[in-house]
């Protein structure tokens, strides 16, 4: 069975300080990852995602996502976090064929000045 | 206009009433799902369409039914609302042609149960 793992339930950092979100994933074949960001009173966003080849992926808004087999990750990293990142960030792994998404609990990121 | 639009945006129901959200999108896309959201719990699949004959069950897809009027509509039904059914729920689209393994998300129906 498909699941993802996001531990972190709320993070909080401070404008201008650089950003991890944890992700961990269980899947039986390899896997199609995702990043997706959801603002208050918006749907979800894609931020970035992962099917084969280079493992650290490049996604908008200046994230960036790292797949690490060995560790079942699929970390999200950002530099330099701005106010406007405020948001809820959610992991999701894919079937494909089927295109059954799976997708974590969430973590919610506060910036603070 | 939003590519993905659900309707209401907002519901306030009582128990046992039936209740139908409505899904409609102008991105051409064949593949239509409804997830639910709910606090620490993150979003569970209750149906998806990959076209207009083809429906499948979801993760939770008890106390819901769907129906695919065409490929762009999609709507979901409570036949008997229950308070537990209170949440957020999201229409999404894909496109199998064209990246399917991306979704598109509507803006949410906030549906309470009293």
């Known amino acids: 069975a498909q699941s993802v793992t996001q531990p972190d339930i709320h993070i909080t950092v401070s404008e201008g300080a650089s950003l991890e979100l944890r992700c961990n994933y269980s899947y039986g074949a390899t896997p199609y990852l995702f990043w997706y960001v959801q603002s208050p009173g918006q749907g979800l966003q894609l931020l970035l995602k992962?099917?084969?080849?280079?493992?650290l992926v490049q996604g908008i808004k200046g994230f960036e996502a790292e797949f690490k087999r060995s560790q079942s990750s699929f970390n999200l990293r950002k530099p330099s976090v701005h106010w406007s990142d405020a948001a809820e960030y959610f992991c999701a792994v894919a079937r494909i064929p089927g295109n059954q998404f799976y997708f974590g609990t969430g973590t919610s990121l506060t910036v603070i000045p | 206009d939003a590519d993905v639009t659900q309707t209401p945006r907002n519901r306030i129901t009582k128990t046992g009433k039936r209740i139908m959200l409505e899904c409609s999108q102008t991105k051409g896309h064949d593949r239509m799902y409804w997830y639910r959201q709910d606090p620490g719990l993150g979003l569970r699949l209750i149906y998806y369409?990959?076209?207009?004959?083809?429906?499948n069950k979801g993760e939770i897809s008890d106390g819901y039914s769907v129906s695919r009027q065409a490929q762009a509509k999609f709507s979901l039904s409570l036949e008997s609302a229950i308070p537990n059914q209170t949440a957020l729920y999201f229409c999404?689209?894909?496109?199998?042609?064209?990246?399917?393994?991306?979704?598109?998300f509507g803006s949410g129906t906030q549906l309470s149960v009293l």
């Open positions: 369409s990959f076209d207009v004959k083809d429906i």
């Open positions: 992962y099917f084969s080849g280079d493992t």
């Open positions: 999404a689209t894909s496109d199998s042609q064209g990246g399917y393994e991306k979704l598109f």
